[in-house]
């Protein structure tokens, strides 16, 4: 984990309620209708269903939605720096996915793939009309280095809950003894019994295919969002490797360079 620490710092940019809000509908009106008519759908009701809340809020962003009423709604932090505009589009695309197919989001292992890949393009996007350089790149360095981080973490959980079925004929304190060689202390199981394997499972399948997805945006526009456009529609955590395949997608954990858009 400390190989992993990092500190972003973003160039300061103040974006009003107004202007992000039309950003976010000039970014989406550059990709497809499909897209588009969802956000328009969102921006329609935003008055009363969007809050860009303090940044001092224990989140990074939320989306609920609520399938008994077909309604969504996004909390996004007020940050002075692009991540204003990015955050709000990961959480327009949760509720433009909801719209468009309101079981993609049960869907834990691969839910956030849409939210990533639109968060990335998303950052090119706004780097490159605000000619803020380097910007994108340090958003998109923030997103991978996280995912990165929260695997390592997933993967020492997987480590622990190992060792504590092999051990679990022994008494709470003689497995803790054995937790203990294994450099896994008392704080180290609270810490890691605070979310379930599903939720710490989240965003690194998501995340792996929205690389995939931005490397083909970038030669061809339109096959990655009707790619995404089937996840959203067809997709579910069991055929997802199967779509991919079908597009000639397929998964390797390797490490990624980042495209230039300059």
């Not at 931005?214 to 067809?234: C, P």
């Amino acid at each position: 984990q400390d190989e992993l620490s990092f500190q972003t710092k973003y160039t300061p940019i103040s974006f009003s309620d107004d202007e992000v809000m039309s950003n976010a509908d000039e970014f989406f009106r550059e990709q497809n209708d499909f897209f588009y008519s969802g956000f328009q759908d969102f921006a329609s009701e935003a008055e009363d269903h969007l809050k860009f809340i303090n940044t001092n809020s224990d989140t990074e962003g939320e989306t609920l939605t609520l399938k008994s009423t077909g309604e969504a709604f996004a909390f996004v932090p007020n940050y002075s720096n692009i991540t204003k505009f990015t955050i709000l589009i990961h959480e327009c695309e949760h509720i433009i996915d909801f719209f468009k197919n309101p079981n993609f989001l049960d869907n834990n292992i691969i839910k956030e793939t849409a939210a990533i890949f639109m968060e990335l393009i998303a950052s090119d996007f706004i780097a490159k009309k605000y000619s803020l350089y380097d910007e994108n790149f340090k958003r998109r360095n923030f997103l991978h280095t996280i995912t990165k981080s929260q695997a390592t973490l997933l993967k020492d959980k997987v480590m622990l809950l190992d060792l504590v079925n092999k051990y679990r004929h022994l008494s709470e304190s003689e497995l803790f003894d054995i937790l203990q060689k294994k450099d896994f202390t008392k704080e180290d199981v609270e810490f890691y019994l605070e979310a379930t394997i599903s939720q710490d499972s989240n965003y690194q399948i998501p995340y792996l295919i929205a690389v995939e997805l931005y490397v083909i945006y970038h030669k061809n526009k339109r096959l990655a969002l009707n790619i995404l456009e089937d996840i959203i529609l067809n997709g579910n955590n069991y055929n997802i490797f199967e779509i991919l395949f079908k597009y000639g997608i397929v998964l390797k954990p390797i490490s990624i360079s980042v495209l230039p858009i300059f």
